[in-house]
């Protein structure tokens, strides 16, 4: 069964920083595009960044450009998002999933920038 773990949310001021992680248990994990999707409070669920299966990133969100870095490793079947300054509108609960499979989602980890 396919499992996304995330962790690595809480709060934050503004202008702070956090690392998420999702661990994967995926049967060829380095085969997949991932992607990192945030929905916040009354908002539709969105994609914020996704890495090609090789480590490359592929799409930011124009609101998150030059702020989060996407990364991830294989061999750990882990995928990052490094969040740099933090913005209030950033608040939500952030999601990894395959980009291109249909999996359930995992449980998703709380972001509040807050001040």
């Known amino acids: 069964q396919v499992q996304f773990v995330e962790s690595g949310g809480g709060l934050v001021q503004p202008g702070g920083s956090l690392r998420l992680s999702c661990q994967a248990s995926?049967?060829?994990?380095?085969?997949?595009?991932m992607g990192w999707y945030r929905q916040a409070p009354g908002k539709e669920r969105e994609l914020v960044a996704s890495?090609?299966?090789?480590?490359?990133?592929?799409t930011y969100r124009d609101s998150v450009k030059g702020r989060f870095t996407i990364l991830r490793e294989n061999a750990k079947r882990t995928v990052y998002l490094q969040m740099n300054n933090l913005r209030p509108e950033d608040t939500a609960v952030y999601y990894c999933?395959?980009?291109?499979?249909?999996?359930?989602w995992g449980q998703g980890t709380q972001v509040t920038v807050s001040s």
């Open positions: 890495i090609s299966s090789s480590g490359v990133p592929l």
């Open positions: 995926v049967m060829q994990f380095s085969a997949y595009i």
């Open positions: 999933r395959r980009t291109d499979v249909q999996d359930a």
